[in-house]
């Protein structure tokens, strides 16, 4: 269905651009698979003169086949836009037909098209005499939004070395969010609270003062990770025996696989109530506050383009990311933790020197990991969702690589809580 609308979608753009050019110069710019639609509308004659098409990439995503009939269901020539050898796909159709530099969106994630083995094996195989360099060329992005901590005194005061005024700033945030959670009245059909609310917000006042640990986005399944995070957790909370360690708090958007997809996440919640509250909807009340109570902000990415460390950072969070992509830019990492190993330095090398200021922390899973490319085409196919229960954390368990990822991830929140210190 969305490769049928995407091929309306170009269609009717270049149906639109005819009166709407009229001699004028100027650059179209097309973003993924979706809009790439329009670059075969768009060829032959069809293409207004002076205009020029780019195509830039979000991910590496493609459409599957585009036959000749679903060209010409929207009144696409399928000679006007013929594919190459074994690429009848969207992109490549499309991309012979754009201008020859293709952008994405970090420098790291052009590398990874071409070098990360879930991408040039798996995602984007077919695509990699168009990914090959200097052709993708990547481009970063810059900050969404302003800094949310206040230049005075709380900034003033940090780059002096002073950090009581940080630290009553973030504890009157944290504090707000738990008054938000504690005023909010959950909707089991549009907006439920996964875990005990209650449990969570009394271990929240402890005197020890948990840390928090924010993890957010759309779920999908190929790319965010909640399932890592989630057996992640739980393998920290279990070492820690039931003591007051840290608190976790999900705010996932469910994606195309619904709230049943993140089922895994419920269960989590339930069985350590105290520990981690799960609100899978947009939660206007208290994010923002959650952000800036918390101590990090994790992200446990099977593959990033750009990365949302800048989201943490801009509120006073410290960024825990997978060492890929544009995670890798934006982190960088503590070089004197346990989860600084050999698969991160040789990663993050290429961005930060030794002697750069830590600004987070990198985890990574071995290199030499046995049938990696297997598993990650497990990954991809998810074989679960055929499958009664749908669940997506009991069939990636036994993998080799999400054993390898979750152990990874499960050291650094370990290492994040050391950084915390005694009162944690």
């Known amino acids: 269905i969305l490769r049928r609308d995407a091929l309306f979608f170009g269609a009717a753009l270049a149906l639109a651009l005819k009166p709407l050019w009229a001699g004028a110069e100027g650059t179209l710019l097309l973003q993924d698979w979706q809009a790439a639609s329009a670059a075969l509308a768009l060829a032959g004659r069809n293409r207004p003169p002076g205009l020029r098409v780019f195509l830039t990439l979000h991910n590496s995503y493609d459409s599957g ?30 991309i012979p037909r754009v201008e020859p530099l293709l952008f994405t969106v970090s420098q790291q994630f ?130 820690a025996g039931g003591g007051r360690t840290a608190q976790f708090l999900f705010f996932p958007i469910p994606g195309d696989e619904g709230r049943e997809g993140l089922a895994f996440l419920r269960r989590l919640a339930e069985a350590y109530p105290a520990d981690v509250v799960v609100l899978p909807f947009i939660f206007q009340e208290g994010y923002r506050s959650a952000l800036q109570g918390s101590a990090f902000g994790v992200m446990p990415s ?22 890929t992509g544009g995670l890798l830019q934006q982190i960088v990492p503590l070089r004197s933790v346990p989860s600084f190993t050999a698969s991160v330095a040789s990663r993050s090398e290429r961005w930060h020197p030794p002697s750069a200021a830590a600004t987070g922390l990198l985890y990574r899973e071995p290199d030499d990991l046995p049938d990696i490319v297997q598993d990650w085409r497990a990954f991809n196919a998810a074989g679960y969702l055929s499958r009664p229960g749908r669940d997506r954390l009991a069939e990636r368990r036994s993998y080799h690589l999400f054993a390898a990822m979750a152990a990874e991830l499960q050291r650094a929140l370990e290492d994040a809580l050391v950084l915390c210190g005694p009162a944690a």
């Open 302 to 323: 099977l593959y990033e383009p750009f990365g949302m460390a800048n989201e943490f950072y801009l509120n006073g969070a410290v960024g825990i990311g997978r060492a």
């Open 65 to 94: 086949p585009v036959m000749p009939e679903d060209l010409q269901a929207v009144g696409i020539p399928p000679d006007q836009a013929p594919a190459p050898p074994n690429r009848s796909t969207m992109l490549g159709r499309a």
């Open 110 to 239: 052009a590398r990874d098209l071409a070098e990360d083995v879930l991408q040039a094996r798996i995602l984007a195989d077919h695509l990699q005499e168009e990914f090959a360099p200097p052709r993708l060329i990547g481009v970063d992005n810059g900050p969404f939004a302003p800094l949310s901590v206040p230049e005075a005194p709380v900034l003033a005061e940090a780059r002096r070395n002073r950090y009581d005024a940080l630290r009553m700033w973030k504890a009157r945030r944290k504090a707000e969010c738990i008054a938000a959670l504690e005023r909010f009245a959950p909707d089991a059909e549009r907006r439920p609270v996964w875990g005990r609310t209650e449990s969570f917000v009394a271990a929240a006042r402890d005197r020890a003062d948990p840390p928090w640990f924010v993890l957010a986005g759309r779920d999908d399944p190929r790319q965010k990770g909640y399932d890592v995070a989630a057996a992640a957790i739980e393998g920290f909370l279990q070492k």
